[in-house]
């Protein structure tokens, strides 16, 4: 990871991203200090693979100290993020060029773009999707689809999709009790902090995001890939 520490997150989902595969846990991350009381974030940056996206963690919905959680393969990366008061969110960075899970998501507008990776969400998590729509918002990384996956009325995962390029970006929000309003600007102010493309690697040899032919790929060529894009 460039530009800070990584520590591992103990007490939080414990999801991996390989093939979007991933694999959902209980949330028994307890915050000794008061909501209203969040300790300041420090400025720092954090920077994805392939040059995806960084992230301001001095965003004002992130309070106090964090727990980060990142992984990345060649399908996509993702960091889990458990803030000091017991929020959690995520971001994945999918992969769309000739994804063997999103058939055709690469010439799909946001709304079916969204609703096909809700549905595949909605199977990884175990989850139904509330009310069964996508909703078209602007958010400031552009056009972008805003959904909400309800796991037994146990857990509320809002989903705020945007695409760029040969990716798409999933910010994720959770709460044990929806609220809309909240939930909406949570996911607003996070995607504020995200900056699409990240910063760019020496040598890339491009200013957008390094993505691979998930169909074409031989061997040698992912291991290349993932070489070049600080991808392990």
């Known amino acids: 990871m460039l530009g800070m520490k990584k520590t591992r997150i103990k007490t939080i989902w414990l999801i991996g991203m390989a093939g979007l595969?991933?694999?959902?846990?209980?949330?028994?991350?307890?915050?000794?200090?008061?909501?209203?009381?969040?300790l300041a974030q420090t400025n720092q940056v954090y920077y994805a693979p392939a040059q995806t996206y960084n992230l301001d963690l001095n965003s004002a919905v992130l309070a106090g100290k964090l727990n980060l959680q990142d992984s990345c393969t060649p399908e996509g990366n993702s960091l889990s993020i458990a803030d000091q008061i017991g929020r959690f969110y995520r971001i994945d960075a999918i992969n769309l060029n000739n994804n063997p899970k999103l058939p055709g998501a690469?010439?799909?507008?946001?709304?079916?773009?969204?609703?096909?990776?809700?549905?595949?969400?909605?199977?990884?998590?175990?989850?139904?999707?509330?009310q069964?729509?996508?909703?078209?918002?602007?958010?400031?990384?552009g056009a972008s689809g805003y959904l909400v996956l309800n796991q037994n009325s146990e857990r509320f995962i809002g989903l705020l999709i945007h695409k760029r390029g040969d990716y798409a970006y999933v910010i994720q929000h959770t709460q044990p009790k929806y609220d809309e309003a909240t939930m909406q600007q949570m996911l607003a102010q996070l995607a504020r902090n995200v900056q699409v493309p990240g910063r760019q690697i020496k040598n890339s040899g491009s200013e957008m995001a390094l993505s691979i032919d998930l169909a074409t790929a031989t061997?040698?060529?992912l291991a290349d890939w993932k070489k070049t894009a600080h991808c392990s």
């Open 21 to 38: 595969s991933m694999a959902i846990g209980a949330c028994s991350h307890h915050a000794k200090i008061q909501p209203n009381k969040p």
């Open 106 to 130: 690469g010439e799909q507008d946001i709304v079916a773009l969204s609703s096909q990776i809700g549905q595949l969400y909605a199977q990884l998590y175990q989850a139904q999707v509330t």
């Open 219 to 221: 061997p040698a060529q």
């Open 132 to 141: 069964g729509a996508v909703k078209p918002v602007r958010s400031s990384l």
